[in-house]
């Protein structure tokens, strides 16, 4: 009989009239919808509104019937692909391909480690396979038990881990598994940094120079950085995500980031290939889409810009480009799928180039997966990326052709991370508040397989949430981020949303016309630091949080409506404390009256629910909004965080504020003779013994932490006295690892 879906006890079954099947979870990426032909049924954008259904109990049959099915008139039925599908990854991907399967109906299996077992992903999916300790997602035959285990006909890789593997592939070929990627050929062409290149040359398609296969020593290292000239580049062959990459400028460099490279690769992918090419200086990083099936169609969708980039690793995402003109933009994609079409290559991937100021492009690599930026692909066309690769992996033509491809609008992708972005370094811990952007927002998307309570370990990449908005325009999507991140929550790790923010409204950003992959680097060459707020926009962050303070008071028992004050804020980055003195009338429940000292009047309402996360005020005169977020109470104030920076605010009396003068400051810290690690990782190797003698600058140890490595060097000449770790530790953040003599 023809299967039908099912409500029951807020889960879903897929039953046919005579025999019912296990239940299927219920979070989709939009409701499924019921047919009386046994066919899944869907609006052919991911993004469209909502459509409802209405169940209740036949006591009769002892089972659940529709009695009001409405969908979209354009509503078009699933295909057929497979009964059940693994994914063998983790996090917010594994999350967000069960949410395809699922609205297509196909049963899912995660596979987790030990650190994992109450990970997101685990109990979206139908069945979960433990496989093991935390480096287990890069265990072949592990996996492939799970497969066995579950009778699943196909695997999702996601990205990253075993994604570009071609022994993975093969050995799933073999089992007779589908992969539900391209061909291990392909893979083994393409996926293979040093092989694309060969292939890429003899497609004619324009190369940056290098050296034409793997690049084994360092002595071969340097003989080619000589041969082509610095800056190099030294890249992973198996890699992706910025990991396994290090850029050199010299010899000394090129020593040092040949061995953290292949290091890394290792790590991270079980391959620790390395090539080496020119760096281009001053470039933007541009990628096309391409979408190929088992028939030998393939096309191109808008192009994505990543030129915002840390330690080569991608921030900030957007499609399409500011720089690419159509003309630019057809050539592209037109050599894009030569490549494809060079391996037949039949699935979703990335053809990734860097560009000039002159809009000449060179191919960078190909990235035989689904890329970790796809969300902003999916806003601008409406197609769902994994939908596609499914459809092919199961034999089904591509349903689009290059004329039919559109890119409506703008959209904008960033990635939050749990790390300080004023050093890049890794942050662990557990989120003890998480609140994503409110879901009134319109527009906005979040992408992640974490909640409260979750617990971010050292061992896996430190990608919290993909944060992306649609705009009719660049500036539309830009603003929608920007109130997005603003609302954004998080307690428990440090994050990188002050730099997310701050890259945003950065002017040079909004014109987007002077990026490159060098502009977190040349705009923030020190990391992320606080900006100066105006004079004007001191005194409205002042006076909402002297309405928060007025509203505690008013809590308290106050019953006064009109308060002369001072309010003290102070950067928590940079320590700088500034104060206003206010004049503050309440002259409703949620509506002030504010005179700053030496300033104009201006009123505004608020909005915050007393202790609430977010505070929201309006003023009147400039029609501007803000948002403000509660972290704590101080003894005479609120920490607040507001665009991204945290501040620590006082409100005090007349009395208070003189009384205040004569508090004595707590004297710095010291400094000390001793190497603290700068986050939580584990000790990859220690570069110093007991007695050593060590000049400034020297590599001490270094510590890894979510698969990037770090070197730590000592700050000042010295005798080492006591190393208290050794390789292998798993250390925290703050621990001591190296102590040095103290200077005679």
């Known amino acids: 009989m023809s299967p039908h879906i099912y409500r029951v006890g807020g889960r879903l079954l897929n039953v046919s009239r005579s025999t019912a099947h296990a239940p299927i979870p219920t979070l989709l990426l939009h409701t499924r919808h019921f047919s009386t032909h046994g066919s899944f049924y869907r609006s052919p954008s991911l993004y469209q509104p909502k459509t409802r259904s209405t169940y209740y109990r036949n006591s009769k049959n002892s089972h659940l019937l529709p009695t009001t099915i409405r969908y979209s008139t354009n509503a078009l039925p699933y295909k057929k692909t497979f009964d059940k599908l693994l994914i063998a990854n983790r996090g917010e991907i594994a999350c967000r391909i069960i949410k395809t399967a699922r609205k297509m109906g196909i049963r899912t299996v995660a596979v987790y480690s030990e650190l994992d077992a109450k990970a997101q992903h685990v109990q979206l999916a139908d069945e979960a396979v433990c496989l093991g300790d935390a480096q287990s997602y890069l265990s072949i035959p592990r996996i492939l038990d799970a497969v066995r285990q579950t009778n699943a006909q196909a695997v999702h890789p996601g990205y990253g881990f075993l994604s570009e593997n071609f022994a993975f592939v093969k050995a799933l070929e073999d089992a007779n598994i589908t992969f539900v990627g391209p061909s291990a050929d392909a893979i083994a062409a393409m996926g293979d940094k040093i092989q694309s290149k060969l292939i890429a040359h003899a497609s004619n398609i324009h190369c940056i120079p290098g050296y034409d296969g793997e690049v084994k020593s360092v002595q071969t290292a340097l003989q080619v950085a000589h041969d082509i000239g610095y800056p190099v580049m030294v890249k992973a062959s198996a890699g992706g995500g910025g990991k396994g990459m290090r850029i050199a400028w010299n010899d000394d460099e090129l020593k040092e980031g040949f061995k953290l490279a292949k290091q890394e690769s290792k790590s991270s992918f079980d391959d620790d290939r390395l090539l080496i090419e020119k760096y281009i200086d001053q470039p933007r990083h541009i990628e096309i889409q391409i979408l190929g099936d088992k028939h030998g169609n393939v096309v191109y969708l808008p192009e994505r810009e990543c030129s915002i980039q840390r330690r080569n690793q991608k921030v900030i995402e957007e499609s399409p480009s500011v720089h690419v003109d159509p003309e630019t933009r057809k050539k592209m994609g037109e050599e894009a799928v030569a490549l494809a079409r060079h391996v037949k290559y039949n699935s979703a991937g990335t053809v990734e180039f860097l560009m000039d100021t002159d809009r000449n492009f060179y191919f960078l690599e190909m990235n035989t997966r689904l890329q970790v ?63 994503e952007p409110s879901k009134s927002l319109e527009h906005v998307r979040c992408d992640s397989g974490i909640k409260e309570g979750t617990d971010i370990a050292v061992d896996y990449d430190p990608l919290l949430c993909k ?158 909004d803000l948002v403000v977020q509660y972290l704590d109470d101080l003894d005479f104030g609120f920490r607040i965080q507001y665009r991204g920076d945290k501040f620590k605010v006082v409100v005090m009396n007349d009395r208070q504020h003189e009384l205040a003068k004569y508090m004595k400051e707590r004297p710095a810290e010291l400094a000390t003779d001793l190497v603290i690690s700068p986050m939580p990782g584990r000790i990859i190797s220690i570069a110093v013994q007991k007695g050593d003698k060590v000049i400034q600058g020297a590599e001490v140890a270094v510590v890894e932490a979510m698969k990037m490595q770090n070197v730590l060097r000592t700050t000042r000449d010295g005798t080492v006295k006591t190393i208290h770790v050794q390789k292998g530790n798993t250390v925290k953040a703050g621990q001591l690892l190296i102590e040095f003599e103290e200077d005679e």
Request: include cysteine; glycine fraction near 6%.
């Open 467 to 624: 944060l992306t908005t649609h705009g009719k325009t660049r500036d539309e999507a830009l603003d929608s981020m920007i109130h997005a991140l603003d609302e954004y929550v998080i307690k428990g790790v440090t994050h990188n949303i002050p730099l997310l923010r701050s890259v945003a409204g950065h002017p040079r950003f909004r014109a987007g016309k002077t990026i490159t992959t060098n502009f977190l680097a040349e705009e923030y060459p020190d990391g992320y630091r606080t900006t100066k707020l105006s004079e004007p926009d001191m005194q409205q962050l002042a006076a909402v949080n002297a309405a928060m303070w007025a509203k505690t008071e008013a809590s308290l028992g106050d019953k006064a409506d009109r308060w002369q004050i001072w309010v003290q804020v102070t950067d928590e980055q940079s320590g700088q404390m500034r104060e206003t003195q206010l004049d503050i009338t309440r002259t409703g429940v949620d509506n002030f009256k504010v005179t700053p000292c030496g300033s104009e009047e201006f009123t505004f309402s608020t909005d915050w629910p007393l202790n609430g996360l977010l505070a929201k005020a309006s003023i009147k005169e400039t029609g501007q």
């Open 373 to 435: 930026e796809h969300p902003i692909t999916e806003c601008v066309t409406g197609l769902d990326l994994v939908e596609q690769m499914l459809y092919s992996a199961a034999g089904h033509p591509l349903s689009i052709q290059q004329q039919d491809i559109q890119c409506n609008g703008w959209a904008i992708e960033s990635r939050v991370y749990a790390e300080d972005p004023t050093k890049y370094l890794p942050s662990v811990g557990r989120l003890l508040v998480y609140q």
